[in-house]
């Protein structure tokens, strides 16, 4: 059974601090993973994904995410964090015989001023 | 991608009452799934509503609770039946492309349910 996990609950930053969100992650074979994003009363927004091919992934409002295969790692980082980046982050990950999306149990950032 | 307009967006209902929830995209997908989301916590999957025959339900979700129509692959329901308190959460659907895993989902923005 695939499984995703996000260690900490919350992740306090400094507004122009580089920001990091943890995730590992269990699936057999080669992983698909993805990062969303919830505001407040919101859906989840998709961020970026990776597939296959380099390990540095980079997607929407400057967020990126290196994928670690040796550590089954998929950690969102940030150059410069903003107080609007505050919200609720999710990983998720499916095995490449297009099971289910599995989330992780979220993160919450919180960049502040 | 796909564009998805979930509705209402937020009610409060009386407990023993049933609340219908709809989703509908813009495009024809293969894939529709309801979630459940406690405020500030991770998605629980209720179930995967299939086009023309009864829906998929996960262990702890059942069809007399959860009743989901899907006529089409452009729109689905969720009713959330017989309210209780504990029913009070953030509900979503989301789509994907089941021949393709490698892309996204997409989530519609929610019904926040507040049963009282």
């Known amino acids: 059974a695939q499984s995703v996990a996000q260690p900490e609950d919350q992740v306090n930053v400094a507004e122009g601090n580089p920001l990091t969100v943890k995730c590992t992650y269990s699936v057999s074979g080669n992983p698909y993973l993805f990062w969303y994003v919830q505001y407040p009363n919101r859906g989840l927004q998709f961020l970026l994904k990776y597939i296959t091919g380099d390990n540095l992934v980079k997607g929407s409002y400057g967020f990126e995410a290196e994928f670690n295969k040796s550590q089954t790692s998929f950690h969102l980082k940030k150059p410069s964090a903003l107080v609007s980046d505050s919200a609720l982050y999710f990983c998720?990950?499916?095995?490449?015989?297009?099971?289910?999306?599995?989330f992780g149990g979220g993160t919450r950032l919180m960049v502040k001023p | 991608s796909a564009v998805i307009s979930q509705k209402p967006s937020r009610d409060i209902c009386q407990r023993g009452t049933s609340l219908t929830i709809q989703c509908q995209v813009d495009?024809?997908?293969?894939?529709m799934f309801w979630y459940r989301q406690q405020p500030g916590q991770s998605l629980t999957l209720i179930a995967t509503?299939?086009?023309?025959?009864?829906?998929?339900?996960e262990s702890g979700f059942v069809i007399d609770k959860f009743p989901i129509s899907r006529p089409n692959l452009t729109f689905s329901t969720l009713t959330v039946s017989n309210m209780s308190p504990e029913d009070s959460s953030i509900y979503l659907c989301?789509?994907?492309?089941?021949?393709?895993?490698?892309?996204?989902?997409?989530f519609g923005q929610g019904t926040r349910l507040t049963v009282v």
């Open positions: 989301s789509v994907e492309d089941s021949a393709r895993p490698n892309t996204e989902a997409f």
């Open positions: 998720a990950v499916r095995d490449n015989a297009g099971n289910m999306l599995t």
């Open positions: 495009s024809q997908v293969t894939m």
């Open positions: 509503a299939n086009q023309g025959s009864e829906a998929t339900y």
